[in-house]
Nanobody, 124 residues
């Protein structure tokens, strides 16, 4: 099992930026894909971005494409989500997750371990 701890959330004005970090411990994280999901109040958890084990391949939800960037530093066992041009509708708890294999996945069922989440609030 991999333990995941997110950080970097907070309150930001619309149009601002935040970078979320997800630090992993436990099993060898750099052999697995990773993903970011979010859940707003009263809504289901939704896919945001995913990255394969090496960082060479990424995939994004249409709603964040061009504004968010997922990356990873395997030497630090950390995955990042750079969020630019934030909008109030991006307000949610953001979760990182470890995939069941080395690939990218947009479906939550393809992830085995989840962090506790970090709150992102975007004010208008």
């Amino acid at each position: 099992q991999v333990q995941l701890v997110e950080s970097g959330g907070g309150l930001v004005q619309a149009g601002g930026s935040l970078t979320l970090s997800c630090e992993a411990s436990g099993r060898t994280f750099n052999t697995y894909g990773a993903g970011w999901f979010r859940q707003a109040p009263g809504k289901e958890r939704e896919f945001v971005a995913t990255i394969n084990y090496s960082g060479a391949r990424t995939y994004y939800a249409d709603s964040v494409k061009g504004r968010f960037t997922v990356s990873r530093d395997n030497a630090k066992n950390t995955v990042y989500l750079q969020m630019n041009s934030l909008k109030p509708e991006n307000t949610a708890v953001y979760y990182c997750a470890r995939a069941r294999d080395e690939n990218r996945w947009s479906g939550p069922d393809q992830y085995a371990d989840w962090g506790q989440g970090t709150q992102v609030t975007v004010s208008s």
